[in-house]
């Protein structure tokens, strides 16, 4: 009998008796299973791994956002206690490299309290170790961390979060969902449509034609958030590529050694991610009563917080190989070309309602002040 490996072999044995699965939970499993879940079992990160973020391309992302942490503190009236939370935070290198910037302004960092929100226990460690000289507490969830004014940092952590899929058929929308067929992986769609689905449709998705693929994540983790910053004080930056207005669309997709992958293949060995809906963001956000910014392209945001100038700093200081590299990355993190991340990520704003506007956010580019230190 054909052998397969144990996550595959799970999911095989949950279609075999239950039926297909919905596209959000196959992507649950594929990410999270508590034993072989793709982010449970490894480091994924950087040239050696699937894929590298901002943070691992340049220490000048994580500083940047370490400065725009404290103009937001700044706008929150400077509390005594101030939560720095990340979600999702990877290697730990963006907490890292903010931290290390803030060094130049001791009130803010005697202030700050590190939080992370990581379901990975082999992140968790390459992130003690990166974090080894800083105080850290570690949660499963956001809603674990205790109530307080807080400043929350989400790179690449949305896109990671399930999605659910519906096509239109000629009966109406229904869920897509993957199941098996000749021995593989495939995807097909439920039999009824959903219930009433046509009303929680965008409008500009209504008119779809049959065979459409409308996608969306469960609003719940941006409404704890939302909620949170609204109750407690404080903002959030959400960072993550996507698209600003919501529309059809299938962008279900795998990542691995840096290259697309087919998403149905190898369950948890390649990171499955989609785009992320930043409309429904933040309507979401809105709809709980935090005061939404932007969203703007990640290159607007970086160029308006002064990057150019802390490369320029930084490229003084080094020798040609590393003014090279330092270039490069600057380009990689604003530009618009091949591999370029400046327009296909956006940046998105969520601060409680009495925070007028947050640094390089909104249409009247506030700076730092701090970027060419
Ligand atoms: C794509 S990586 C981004 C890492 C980091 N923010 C960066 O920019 O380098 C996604 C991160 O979210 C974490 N993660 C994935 N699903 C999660 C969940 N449901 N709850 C908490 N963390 C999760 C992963 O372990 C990883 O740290």
């Known amino acids: 009998m054909k052998t397969y490996p144990p996550l595959e072999t799970h999911i095989r044995e949950l279609i075999a008796a239950t039926g297909p699965l919905p596209v959000s939970r196959y992507m649950e499993l594929c990410l999270t299973h508590p034993e072989f879940g793709y982010y449970v079992t490894r480091d994924p990160l950087g040239r050696q791994g699937d894929f590298i973020t901002a943070p691992e391309v340049s220490q000048m992302f994580g500083e940047l956002i370490g400065l725009w942490a404290a103009s937001v503190w700044n706008a929150m009236g400077s509390p005594p206690k101030v939560q720095l939370i990340e979600l999702g935070p990877g290697r730990g290198t963006l907490m890292a490299d903010a931290l290390r910037a803030l060094r130049i302004l001791p009130a803010f960092r005697d202030a700050i309290e590190v939080h992370l929100v990581e379901i990975s226990p082999s992140l968790r460690a390459v992130q003690r170790d990166t974090l080894a000289n800083e105080s850290v507490q570690w949660h499963d969830r956001l809603a674990d961390i205790p109530p307080g004014p807080a400043i929350v940092l989400a790179n690449e952590y949305f896109d990671v979060l399930p999605i659910h899929q519906a096509v239109r058929t000629e009966a109406g929308w229904c869920e897509r969902l993957v199941g098996v067929d000749d021995d593989i992986f495939v995807f097909t769609t439920a039999k009824e449509p959903i219930p009433r689905f046509e009303v929680l449709l965008p409008p500009q998705v209504r008119a779809a034609p049959k065979g459409a693929i409308f996608e969306w994540r469960p609003a719940t983790e941006i409404m704890g958030l939302a909620r949170r910053l609204r109750d407690h004080g404080g903002a959030a930056l959400i960072i993550d590529y996507g698209h600003v207005r919501s529309d059809a669309g299938d962008t279900f997709q795998a990542v691995a050694k840096h290259n697309f992958a087919n998403p149905l293949k190898s369950p948890g060995t390649s990171d499955v991610t989609a785009h992320v809906d930043f409309q429904a963001l933040g309507q979401a956000a809105e709809s709980i009563g935090a005061r939404i910014h932007g969203p703007v392209e990640q290159g607007v945001f970086l160029n308006r917080l002064g990057i150019d100038t802390r490369a320029q700093a930084l490229i003084k200081n080094s020798n040609s190989q590393t003014a090279g590299e330092i270039a490069s990355a600057l380009k990689r993190l604003v530009g618009s070309g091949h591999k370029g991340m400046g327009a296909l990520f956006k940046v998105l704003g969520?601060?409680?309602?009495?925070?007028?506007?947050?640094?390089?956010?909104?249409?009247?580019?506030?700076?730092?002040?701090?970027?060419?230190?």
């Open 350 to 373: 969520v601060s409680h309602p009495s925070i007028p506007e947050l640094a390089a956010l909104s249409d009247h580019p506030a700076t730092t002040g701090a970027a060419a230190s």
